[in-house]
């Protein structure tokens, strides 16, 4: 017995080489959409999808933050105005947890005052569209923000 012990703990003093996993770089990257309007999450996500982007939504805050305990995606776009838990809690939620901090967001509102620019500023969003916006102009923002040249796989 006292041999077989001594040849385990010579193994386990033993460096392991062990090879990191391959990255998969043709992963589709991951957008959150949060917006309480069914309408507004079904456009955006069709857009998304069209342009070779993998989806998930969320209806408020509080539904966003229970997905985001088990994905963290690669951009948001927020709706500022939402029930039980509006764009501003949220974006502070994302910005406080050190899991989520680096992923970008994009409020987009129906607000366009500078107020509202500045408050989703201070809140940390990167950038800031105003709703009704053209297809284009979020495929841009999206393009931007993921920093990948988005092409659409069909044309409408």
Known sequence: MGPLIRKGLERA???VEIEPEPQDTSRQPLVMVVDDSITMRKVTSRVLDNH???VMTA????DAIEQLHDHVPDLMLLDIEMPRMDGYELLEHVRADSRLRHVPVVMITSRSGQKHRRKARKA???AY?????QEVELVDKVSEMLDMELTP???D
């Not at 209806?59 to 509080?62: A, C, K, T």
């Not at 569209?129 to 916006?133: A, F, I």
């Open 59 to 62: 209806q408020d805050g509080i």
């Open 52 to 54: 070779s982007i993998e």
């Open 129 to 133: 569209l105003t709703k009704p916006y």
């Open 124 to 126: 940390g969003a990167n």
């Open 13 to 15: 003093e033993q460096p």
């Open 153 to 155: 796989r069909r044309s």
